[in-house]
């Protein structure tokens, strides 16, 4: 089974800073990855695709990179709602795994 | 109105039944694998099961193999997630999931709670 960890566990930044979050795969995944956000009491939303694309309607200034088993999802300015925790999540080989997740909060 | 709605939730006692139920409305539902993911309280994501869009093909997680059946019926445009013995630690939020290249569509939730 393959393993994502994600670093780190909780990033503590100001509105109009940059956040980078890692996911990483114990083996590869191709670009098989998606990121998704997840507020308090909502359902998570997708956000990126096959490593790079964006959801319809997500922002852009979501992006995602990456391939095999390191990616990297970017929030180029954090608005006041992307305070929220991201998972990772592989679709390269069965079972599906998530992420332990990072918290995004605010400084 | 695309959507997803879950129901069955509920306090369940130990070792009893569990029927989760997921109706889908406004997209073409048959030609859509579908997902069940679950959340402990104050926990991450957890992929649980997925079913494939004629129901033959079938995929579990391992903590939920042997234990766990997700079927559907495309004739109602509904997914469902079953089992026999639910354990204290199956005590989650469950939430349907479309899948396309990744779970573009999420339901509300349905709360689990096991006790009794």
């Known amino acids: 089974e393959i393993v994502l960890t994600q670093s780190p566990a909780t990033l503590s930044l100001s509105p109009g800073e940059r956040a980078t979050l890692s996911c990483r795969a114990s083996q590869s995944v191709s670009n098989f990855l998606a990121w998704y956000q997840q507020k308090p009491g909502q359902a998570p939303r997708l956000l990126i695709y096959?490593?790079?694309n964006r959801a319809t309607g997500i922002p852009a200034r979501f992006s995602g990179s990456g391939s095999g088993t390191d990616f990297t999802l970017t929030i180029s300015s954090l608005e006041p709602e992307d305070f929220a925790v991201y998972y990772c999540q592989h679709r390269s080989t069965w079972p599906h795994s998530f992420g332990p997740g990072t918290k995004v909060d605010i400084k | 109105e695309v959507q997803l709605v879950e129901s069955g939730g509920g306090l369940v006692q130990p070792g009893g039944p569990l029927r989760l139920s997921c109706v889908a409305s406004g997209f073409t539902f048959r030609t859509y694998w579908m997902s069940w993911v679950r959340q402990a309280p104050g926990k991450g994501l957890e992929w649980v099961a997925n079913v494939g869009p004629d129901g033959s093909e079938k995929r579990y997680a391992t903590p939920m193999e042997g234990r766990f059946t997700i079927s559907r019926d495309n004739a109602r445009n509904s997914v469902f997630l079953n089992t026999n013995n639910v354990r204290a630690e199956d005590a989650a939020m469950y939430y349907c999931?479309?899948?396309?290249?990744?779970?573009?569509?999420w339901g509300q939730g349905t709360l689990v709670t096991v006790s009794s």
């Open positions: 096959d490593a790079s």
């Open positions: 999931a479309r899948d396309r290249d990744g779970k573009d569509l």
